[in-house]
């Protein structure tokens, strides 16, 4: 059962004290940084299973495919006992977490699904990777869909987008801004090479919701939501790191404001962090950076998994108040200057050679400062992580298939949707377009002939019309027809 006033979030300990978070610092977001097999996994499983035992859902992104041994409880050994007694865990309750696993592919969790329009222009343009001018022009694309109320749920209503935009580009350009065909056939191209990647199965419906990841069990705990990404981030590290954005962007739009809570409402762990930065406009990386500060207030906690500090912006940095830092290597003059950035970001001990610690640190060991009762940040140590109540390494396929048998959401993301939107109202407009064409042609002998008042419509006045009656049928969670977006293009207030 989880606690109205939940105790401190233990990290570890030296043998002069105990270092933990305070629920009410956890929404102050945190690092965890650390070289290749330092022990940065076992920190992160520590701390998604405290924040579950608190009350809080969590999200944890498995790219190794080891983290799925957190839904079942550790077994006792000598190593783990010696462990726990050297950080004053003498009574170790070994138990796992309530734990829901999710899989673009569906192949080791449920299948997880989101829509065009809620991704939005900014964060498409980011997976594309498309530059400013393309990006322009996705943009336009997604104010035309959304003021007609055409909504944008997979690729192929995308792709009828451009194919609508790029034929009415006079009457567009106007409007929006000059449309060109050679930024219409760069995305067009990219839209192939992300389809070939799985982009199918990363767009459409049913999608997942907030709702889904904001869950806790009958006992109180909040569920871990286990992203398996090994296969993801292989194939598309963009596509990773941009669902990460989304839920980010969700967040951030969704939640109302709740001020100093006693403890967060959801932790986002961000593992390989540096994906997120990694070749992103700066007027987006200033976006992220105004979330990340603002998003505190709504109860959510970021935390930032990497190999080094150097990975994560300044202006972000500055922003993580709970700081892990395992062990570095300092065998190049990068490497170097990660060590001496790493511990430059500490408040200084007196009794504590920093920066000589950081390549000292043992697996399993590490630097520690976070956030006292009053946000201060409390002066570095070196101290042991303490074990994990749960199993340390991936649990077996069939214990994995189990649980997603037992899940509350089995069944739910199976079977894909395809409902009206703006590929099958766009097919429409074409059809329609056709049989008008075919209406008014006459004999060579009757051409003279006026034609009847209907025929004189243009075909976009009466498209109008058809897509407004459409879009009530088929407008579901978009509220009108006059789509807001937040700051990082996802849709708000839904």
Do not use: C
Not at 97 to 106: K, S
Not at 451 to 469: M, N
């Amino acid at each position: 059962m989880t606690d109205t006033n939940p105790s401190p979030l233990l990290l570890g300990a030296n043998s002069a004290l105990r270092v933990a978070i305070e629920p009410r610092m956890a929404n102050r977001h945190g690092l965890v940084a650390g070289a290749t097999g330092t022990g940065k996994t076992i920190t992160l499983q520590v701390m998604a299973q405290a924040f579950s035992d608190m009350g809080v859902p969590v999200l944890v992104p498995d790219i190794k495919g080891d983290f799925s041994g957190i839904a079942k409880p550790g077994v006792m050994s000598e190593r783990l006992q010696q462990r726990a007694t050297l950080v004053g865990l003498d009574d170790l309750q070994l138990n796992g977490a309530p734990t829901v696993f999710w899989d673009v592919y569906g192949e080791h969790g449920h299948p997880l699904r989101l829509t065009m329009a809620d991704f939005g222009p900014i964060m498409l343009a980011r997976l594309l990777n498309l530059n400013e001018t393309q990006s322009g022009v996705l943009q336009v694309l997604f104010k035309v869909a959304d003021e007609n109320g055409w909504l944008l749920l997979d690729l192929k209503d995308l792709r009828a987008m451009l194919t609508y935009v790029n034929d009415n580009r006079s009457e567009i350009g106007p409007k929006y801004g000059n449309v060109s065909p050679a930024s219409i056939g760069a995305i067009q191209r990219a839209l192939l090479n992300l389809d070939s990647l799985g982009g199918d199965q990363l767009f459409g419906e049913p999608a997942v919701t907030l709702d889904d990841f904001m869950q806790t069990n009958q006992q109180g705990q909040g569920v871990v939501n286990i992203l398996h990404a090994s296969r993801l981030y292989r194939d598309s590290p963009l596509a990773y790191s941009s669902i990460l954005l989304w839920l980010l962007s969700e967040l951030f739009e969704q939640l109302p404001e709740v001020g100093d809570a006693d403890k967060p409402r959801f932790v986002l762990f961000f593992d390989e962090a540096h994906l997120l930065f990694k070749d992103t406009p700066k007027s987006l990386v200033d976006r992220i950076e105004q979330v990340v500060r603002l998003i505190r207030s709504k109860g959510v906690g970021v935390y930032f998994i990497t190999q080094s500090p150097l990975d994560v912006p300044e202006a972000i940095l500055g922003q993580l108040g709970n700081r892990v830092q395992h062990a570095l290597r300092a065998f190049t003059p990068r490497d170097q200057k990660a060590v001496r950035t790493a511990a430059q970001t500490f408040r200084s001990n007196p009794g504590l050679d920093t920066e000589s610690a950081i390549t000292e640190l043992g697996v399993g060991e590490a630097l520690v400062s976070v956030l006292d009762s009053k946000g201060v940040p409390t002066p570095v140590q070196r101290v042991l992580i303490r074990p994990p109540a749960s199993q340390m390494g991936p649990i077996s396929d069939q214990e994995r298939s189990t649980l997603l048998q037992r899940s509350v959401l089995a069944g739910v993301f199976d079977r894909q949707l395809d409902r009206e939107s703006a590929y099958e109202i766009l097919q429409q407009q074409a059809a329609r377009a056709l049989s008008e064409e075919t209406v008014v042609t006459r004999p060579q002998s009757e051409a003279r002939q006026p034609r009847r008042p209907a025929a004189e419509k243009s075909v976009l006045g009466d498209i109008a019309t058809q897509v407004g009656r459409s879009a009530m049928r088929t407008i579901g969670t978009q509220l009108g027809r006059q789509i807001m977006r937040g700051l990082l293009g996802s849709l708000r207030g839904r």
